[in-house]
């Protein structure tokens, strides 16, 4: 148990449905990321929040749709999304100090998305 | 771009042998390098980099951090099957997030 948790681990869902992936952190940290893992590619990072304000949004499209009611929570709600975002959704959280990003991120266990 | 290549992106093993991971990038304004290791779960710190020449170490695994040839090599001694995993490269610099390369899957066979 890392301390970061999410939620589901696993889900599967049609390209019209509306889900939500949920990511918990129990670390006190006050900057969380979510990160997209395909086969082969690297860990992509797809939005950063710290302090609860979004920093970055690496051209995600806006059929990903992140929320970070506070430093503890963030989701990622999805809708009408496409077969290639099938993937493992990684949350991460750092503390963040003095403006700029942290280096060591602790991750949870993902959340395998499958789009059918 | 910022870039980050690791090799090789597979290899198997056997128990006992030596194997050695290599992790190239190519960042500006880099401040550290960082590995991880990503079993069927979270990925989980190893270690960071931030000076050349100065060997971490954790058991059998070690890591050291060349930033004049913008490489760094991770070393794990002795494997076991329990070493099985993904190992993740990431390098930062000021104000991103890290950069990740594609992994190195590491399968150590009894």
């Known amino acids: 148990e890392t301390g970061v948790t999410q939620t589901p681990r696993h889900l599967v869902m049609g390209m019209t449905n509306k889900k939500s992936l949920k990511c918990e952190q129990h670390?006190?940290?006050?900057?969380m990321y979510w990160y997209k893992q395909s086969a082969k590619k690297p860990l992509e990072l797809m939005f950063v929040?710290?302090?609860?304000?979004?920093?970055e949004n690496n051209s995600v499209p806006s059929r990903f749709s992140p929320e970070c009611p506070n430093s503890s929570h963030l989701f990622l709600h999805l809708h009408t999304l496409q077969p290639e975002d099938s993937a493992l959704y990684l949350c991460?959280?750092?503390?963040?100090?003095?403006?700029?990003?942290?280096?060591?991120?602790?991750f949870g266990a993902g959340s395998r998305l499958t789009v059918l | 771009e910022d870039k980050v290549v690791q090799s090789p992106l597979s290899l198997v093993v056997h128990e006992g042998d030596t194997v050695t991971l290599n992790c190239s990038y190519e960042?500006?304004?880099?401040?550290?390098l960082l590995w991880y290791k990503q079993e069927k779960k979270a990925p989980t710190f190893l270690f960071m980099l931030?000076?050349?020449?100065i060997e971490k170490k954790s058991g059998r695994l070690s890591s050291i951090l060349d930033k004049k040839e913008l490489f760094s090599i991770l070393n794990i001694t002795a494997t076991q099957t329990g070493d099985s995993a993904i190992y993740l490269c990431?390098?930062?610099?000021?104000?991103?997030?890290?950069?990740f390369g594609k992994g190195t899957s590491l399968l150590v066979t009894p």
């Open positions: 929040y710290n302090f609860k304000e979004q920093t």
């Open positions: 960042v500006t304004n880099f401040r550290s």
């Open positions: 991460a959280s750092s503390q963040e100090e003095g403006g700029t990003t942290a280096n060591v991120l602790t």
């Open positions: 990431a390098v930062e610099a000021p104000g991103y997030a890290l950069n």
């Open positions: 670390l006190g940290h006050n900057a």
């Open positions: 931030t000076s050349s020449g």
